[in-house]
């Protein structure tokens, strides 16, 4: 089954699928898939692999028969989309009371990468035995959208590969679709793009779009203020870790807070495959524009630290199609840049407190 097929289902799907049988099977097409994506007489294969195992096991895990789920696990739907398909979601909680991370992926369609990547992210954070992986797993509660986008994901896989925004025709216009990232409610108006034709359109009017709306809904009544610490909303292919703003140059407070765990997250990602990602603001990075998740996380929700996290593909002839054998090693290394960042907020809210300097997030502080 690809994995796509499973989000045309309007309905959940239930598996009769031990936590035993699921994790024997992760660990063995994940295995194959290395095997199998070194030659390009493979690349075929490895694709379909990949299609089928890293986002069905997820959803076999999100729909797995709740005494035969681990405990940890619980799934849960934000909503559907403007077609009628369940946004599904994840959170893992190993322990009660932590501070809660959220990640949202596939916004835009054709961003395969950051489908695949959270989902080895939910993977290893299940079943690793890396302690450093234990102890960022069991520090939060995890809460993980692989794709929010359905529509435009289907749409990708199916019809148009470098689709891009969802599948909502656009009022008076034959053109169809709106960008996501451009139309949540924190200062939609003031870069917004009104070319319903352009890939960038940011929608009638500021959370316009069923998938904004309910995403944001869902965050509002499910994961309170105070909980909430760290927003991640994962894109490609520009390689780089991104904080607030996107619609002006000047960065927020606490600046150099945020930079500093954004540098810790790209040098410890560094350090597996030796690739390098940018960071700095959004404004300064990428062409400014307003509406996106992440400022709304930070402002609206205030959520402390927030970041963009571009996955690569920069610099390829085609940035959003990698090659099979990219996608464990973006996914492997982009596990590593967590376990740094994770350490780093850690590090400097321990450090600040010690010279009685209240961070910009309190998560394991009373």
Same mark, same amino acid.
Not at 187 to 207: F, I, V
Not at 249 to 260: D, F, N, S, T, V
Not at 267 to 274: I, W
């Given at each position: 089954?690809?994995?796509e ?7 959940p ?12 099977s992760?660990?063995? *097409?994940?295995?194959? /898939?290395?095997?199998?994506?070194? &030659?390009a ?9 990949l ?13 797995c ?14 909503g559907r989309?403007?077609?009628g398909?369940?946004?599904?979601? !994840? ?11 959220? #990640? ?11 489908s ?5 992210l939910?993977?290893?954070? !299940? ?12 520090s939060?509660?995890?809460?993980m $959208? ?7 994901? $289907?749409y ?7 689709? *891009?925004k ?6 008076? =216009?034959?053109? $169809? ?8 409610n924190f200062?939609?108006?003031? +870069? ?12 009638? %009017?500021?959370?316009s ?10 965050i ?6 105070? =909980? ?13 870790? !991104? ?5 002006t ?12 765990v ?7 990602? %560094? ?10 603001n959004?404004g ?7 509406? @996106?998740?992440?400022d ?16 690569? &593909?920069? @610099?390829?002839? =085609? ?7 990219? /996608? ?8 590593? &840049?967590? #376990?740094?960042? #994770?350490?780093?907020? +850690? ?8 010279? *009685? /300097? ?7 502080s *009373?």
């Open positions: 089954m690809k994995a097929k499973i989000y045309h289902e309007k309905e799907i239930y598996f009769s699928y031990s936590l035993n049988e699921w994790q024997l992760y660990t063995k *097409r994940r295995s194959t /898939i290395v095997e199998n994506s070194e &030659g007489e493979n690349q075929g294969k490895s694709k379909e692999m299609r089928s195992t890293f986002t069905r096991e997820l959803l076999r895990a999100r729909d028969k709740p005494e035969e789920c681990p405990k940890i696990v619980t799934g849960f739907d934000i989309s403007y077609e398909r369940l946004i599904r979601g !994840l959170k893992l909680s190993f322990k009660s009371g932590k501070k809660s991370i959220f #990640i949202e992926s596939n916004i835009h369609a054709r961003e395969w990468i950051t695949a990547a959270c989902t080895y939910i993977m290893e954070l !299940l079943f690793s035995k890396n302690p450093d992986v234990r102890e960022m797993a069991e939060l509660d995890w809460w $959208v692989p794709v929010l986008n359905v529509d435009g994901f $289907v990708s896989h199916e019809k148009e590969r470098l689709w *891009r969802t599948r909502r025709p656009a009022a008076n =216009s034959d053109c $169809v679709g709106v960008d996501l990232n451009r139309n949540f200062k939609w108006e003031l +870069k917004k793009c009104e070319d319903p034709c352009s890939n960038k359109y940011s929608g009638p %009017y500021a959370q779009e069923p998938e904004v709306e309910q995403l944001t809904n869902f509002n009544n499910n994961i309170s203020e105070d =909980s909430l610490k760290i927003y991640i909303a994962l894109h490609s292919p520009a390689q780089a870790v !991104l904080t607030p703003w996107t619609h140059k000047i960065p927020p407070r606490r600046y150099g807070e945020l930079m500093y954004a540098n810790a997250f790209a040098d410890a990602l %560094y350090t597996r495959y030796h690739t390098r990602y940018a960071c700095g959004s300064n990075m990428l062409k400014m524009f307003s509406g @996106g998740s992440k709304w996380a930070y402002a609206a929700k205030r959520v402390p630290i927030a970041y963009t996290i571009e996955l690569p &593909g920069k @610099g390829r002839p =085609s940035p959003f199609e990698l090659p099979e054998k990219a /996608i464990l090693r973006t996914s492997a290394e982009m596990l590593d &840049g967590f #376990i740094g960042m #994770i350490k780093a907020v +850690k590090q400097l809210e321990t450090t600040l407190i010690s010279h *009685r /300097i209240r961070p910009m997030a309190c998560i394991w *009373r």
